[in-house]
């Protein structure tokens, strides 16, 4: 009887509301409106069906958008996977390809990041040709091409052919990286844009944490055994036989990698994930970039692409060198093999903890600034500390490094305009941070002590990124 009173307050007879053409009416009685146990019965109309039939639409919409965020948050994960299995292949090369020093184990991060500088420019003309959907397929497969290439690698324990295979893995990340990122962003209510981003970014990062574990107990089994046999062998062929059968532990986990690859790539190239057009710049006639001729009069860009240059560097570090840091303190390899995940598991927090804080209690400029001080803060208490205690230090790096990718970026390509996606490109290439500063410490650690050779890397990478987030972001703005 609820609803008759409400209509009878209004002054309506609840019959007379319902139409009586009996072309538009369809009733299991006579008359247009019957009571039952006490109350109104409303029969289907013309307008009950249209509503139907846009709630049925709207389900639909729903349904799309919740698939299309399932397969983005795959790649995410693909990311985060892939990427951080350098922490665990650094040492396994250089054990299996019987490497002296650690500058040449690192040369696994510098063939995997410099892919991005490489292919961060070419690969916003691949998407104008291939389209996001087809795009996100092709990095995929490339991938998929890069694992392949570690069975050979392996067989012939090339450490060159290995580091080919992580260059081709990298190409492809790089690709995907570029179609899926401004895809996250648009696929969705430009107002949920930032609570989407943050759901990638969690399954990067569980993905990141779980790599290392999951690839060192395939690989680096039982390590310490396996290397004191492997330094303790006298005769030639049974050290060869020792490192062949340490190389082929890597043939079956790639193998299946690329397989899972193949796989992902096929799904994307056949769903129904809908196709974004990013043909339209954002903002044109933006007023600080109205006037410009060239991505090279905005300063504030270029001290961006050198912010996420050091900050990507410090990052690898953090996360790649931290096991050969621990590994020339005197620490074993059982022990050091999965200290990646430590530090994974540390910008996880972080990453949970920008969520809740930016910006509803932290503008992202200043939370920049407090990442910035934290990590000069943990790199000279790495540096003061020894053994266990230095590495947790270490690994708290992650802390400072996990709000600085999503406050760095937006700072950097603030105001371009039609500039953007070359902006975007410039700012991708800057990754290759992750090649070269791993590279100095490699050089640096084969003079000075470990500790010290860390902290003079880590110094300035997180001075400058200090300065950026009070000054450098300004510079050149109106």
């Not at 019965?41 to 709630?55: C, D, N, V």
């Not at 420019?121 to 959907?133: C, E, Y």
């Not at 995929?140 to 050979?152: C, E, Q, R, S």
């Not at 205690?389 to 990718?405: D, E, P, R």
Request: hydrophobic fraction near 50%.
């Amino acid at each position: 009887m609820g609803v008759s009173k409400n209509l009878a307050f209004n002054g309506l007879n609840p019959c007379l509301s319902v139409p009586k053409d009996p072309g538009l009416l369809r009733s299991r009685q006579a008359s247009p409106c019957s009571k039952r146990e006490g109350h109104i019965e409303f029969l289907e109309t013309p307008f009950s069906i249209f509503s139907k039939s846009k709630i049925a639409a709207m389900n639909q919409k729903a349904n799309q958008y919740t698939y299309s965020i399932v397969i983005i948050g795959t790649l995410f994960f693909i990311f985060g996977f892939v990427t951080w299995l350098n922490g665990t292949l650094i040492p396994f090369l250089k054990l299996a390809c019987n490497l002296e020093t650690d500058a040449q184990a690192l040369l696994v991060t510098f063939a995997f990041y410099m892919a991005y500088f490489f292919l961060a420019i070419p690969s916003s003309f691949i998407l104008d040709k291939t389209g996001f959907k087809k795009g996100m397929s092709l990095g995929l497969v490339v991938m998929a091409a890069g694992a392949l290439i570690f069975i050979p690698a392996a067989q012939s324990r090339s450490f060159e052919l290995f580091l080919t295979g992580l260059f081709v893995e990298g190409m492809g990340l790089a690709l995907l990286q570029t179609a899926s990122n401004p895809y996250i962003s648009i696929i969705g209510p430009i107002e949920s844009a930032a609570r989407r981003i943050s759901i990638m970014g969690i399954c990067n990062k569980v993905a990141g944490a779980l790599s290392p574990i999951i690839l060192s107990a395939v690989v680096l089994s039982k390590a310490t055994e396996v290397e004191s046999k492997i330094m303790a062998a006298t005769d030639p062929l049974t050290r060869e036989i020792l490192l062949q059968e340490l190389a082929s532990r890597i043939i079956l986990p790639y193998g299946i990698m690329a397989v899972v690859l193949v796989l992902l790539a096929l799904m994307i190239f056949y769903s129904a994930l809908p196709e974004i057009d990013m043909s339209v710049e954002e903002n044109p006639d933006s007023s600080s970039a109205k006037n410009k001729t060239s991505i090279f009069q905005f300063p504030h860009l270029l001290l961006g692409v050198l912010c996420i240059f050091v900050y990507v560097g410090a990052e690898v570090m953090a996360g790649d060198v931290i096991g050969p840091y621990g590994r020339a303190i005197g620490l074993s390899l059982d022990e050091t093999k999965i200290f990646t995940t430590y530090t994974l598991c540390s910008m996880l927090v972080g990453y949970v903890v920008g969520i809740i804080a930016i910006p509803k209690y932290i503008h992202q400029e200043n939370a920049l600034k407090i990442s910035a001080i934290v990590g000069l803060l943990f790199s000279v208490l790495a540096f003061v500390t020894s053994g266990y205690i230095s590495i947790v230090f270490i690994a708290l790096l992650g802390l400072a490094n996990a709000l600085m990718w999503p406050a760095i970026f937006p700072l950097a390509i603030d105001g371009l305009g039609k500039f953007t996606k070359t902006g975007s490109a410039l700012l991708i290439m800057g990754i290759a941070g992750g090649a070269i500063i791993p590279q100095v410490y490699g050089k640096l650690v084969l003079a000075i002590e470990p500790q010290a050779a860390f902290l003079y890397c880590m110094l300035p990478c997180y001075l400058y990124i200090l300065y950026f987030s009070m000054k450098g972001y300004k510079v050149g703005r109106v």
